[in-house]
């Protein structure tokens, strides 16, 4: 072999991140969204009241009579009761008021029985109406579900392809890291100016800036759908069939089948029960109250305590009493036992469920980082590709494949960020009683990010890179406009009355249309002397 190992690293990370970089970068836009979906969903049902913490109990003693109180008139005999108590959710990203939630006896063939919840006013008891019906809308939740469900096609093969992608990607960063032995000192080296060095540059300095981001990302990611991409273990096992694979659920998470009895309220006082956890994590801790029984056995209360950053989200630390007694039970071992623990951790990783608000914002900028990683990837293949085209005196002649990728980049790069703008801009105006209006906002995304496509092929390669680049930073700035005019939510309400998931998703809007303009005109700077060469004839790229 002529060529030496890191110049063959060199070709893998380059080919790897070109083949699979369009669908790399809509998985990364996507689901850098994701990691505010609660928000956006919020700020895509403007008829919802504005964030408040109302009903806090002086006497969260109090608030549990009342809850009892009321599943005993709404649920008698249910299955299982539940009480939240107020509480600021990290994983649900909200306020959580007093509420209850009951599961009725099963009916006979039924492994489940009916389930019904309620939000209760913490001081009095009394239920708290529902509220306003929201707008259909798709909200944050479909956008996040798009970077691994691709949209428009089955999820087993969505689901594959993105695992491929993914997979390529966890490749791309290895050999990525192999072919930069200065891989540290790049991080400190940027020379504007330099047409293909300054790409390379760009990429790498971006690349190592959130390396450690990058590859926790692409790996926890192929963990998500472990028994997809790699079932033979499980199949050799149990078998391949669905009953085969349901049997194999039911032994990873424990369930035992038992039938459920009855519950009703505890004999014995919870006070003590609450004092006793607020003893162990401190007060204001207490999330929730379960009591269940199964049948011949005992009921149970089990007391949960308030999320707070772990990366077991799934499985908080909880209190099990006896429901007769108030004696203390063992823990409950964690479904699963500690691989299931291991699985369930590299999720939250994942999604930064865990995450504090502070933290989803360095877990967004790291998602929009890894965007400009993939992007400033693509456009350097295609730099160095024209330069040497140019070189071979073919400027007069349109390679096509370079082409391809110089009007999918255009589209990628700076078209799907349109679309996203244009997700924000359906949700306000399409009709409200229009038939499925969620689909219709998933459906302007796509239209219009296709229209860029067309956009591409028909105008000249400059312009369209910084038409759209404007586009965009047109349409992210003129979102909360277009919220004033049609909603009450606007930022001269939002910003007084102190609501920053409402007002920041419009100043986060109005960040991100100076984040395009300042790369619109960084392009229309970069691009100007390349058009005057490439109009002389025979003019060497810069």
Known sequence: MKEGFRQCTAWLHTW???????VLFFIFVTGTAGYFQAEITRWMQPELPMSARAGVPTDPVLAVHHALDRLEQVAPGAARWSITLPHQSLVQRRWENLGVAWEDMPVSGNGAG????????AATGAVLPAGPQPRDTAGGRVLYRMHYELRYMPYAWAIRIVGVCTMLMLLAITTGVITHKKIFTDFFTFRPGKGQRSWLDAHNAIS?????FFLMITYSGLVF??????????????????LSKARFANELFERDGLAHAPVARPAIPL???????????????LRSIAIERHEGGSPEITL????????????????RFDAGTGALLPSAPPPGGSALQAQGALFNLHEGLFADIWGRWLYFVAGLLGCAMIGTGLVLWTVKRRRHHLGGGQERNEHMGVRLVEVLNVATIAGLPLAVAAYFWANR????????????EIHTLFALWLATLFYALARPLHRAWIELLWAACAAYALVPAVNALTTDKHLGRTLPAGDWVLAGFDLTMWG???????????????????????SAPKTAVP
Do not use: C, H, I
């Not at 190592?208 to 450690?212: G, S």
């Not at 759908?225 to 669905?242: E, K, N, S, T, W």
């Open 512 to 534: 991100l249309a100076g984040l395009f303009a300042l790369l619109a005109l960084k392009v229309a700077r970069r691009l100007r002397p390349v058009v005057a060469q490439a």
């Open 429 to 440: 105006l399409l009709p409200l009683g229009m038939a499925e209006r969620a689909a219709w």
């Open 114 to 121: 009916q389930r019904g919840s309620e939000t209760l006013d």
């Open 16 to 22: 790897t991140g070109l083949v699979v970089g369009w």
């Open 208 to 212: 190592v800036m959130a390396l450690p």
């Open 271 to 285: 006070a003590p029960l609450m004092a006793q956890a607020e003893a162990a994590w401190g007060v204001g801790q």
């Open 304 to 319: 949960t305590r308030v999320q707070r950053g772990s990366l077991d989200v799934w499985n908080p630390p909880a209190l």
């Open 225 to 242: 759908a472990l028994f997809v991409y790699m079932p033979v273990g499980r199949d050799v096992l149990y078998g391949p069939d669905p």
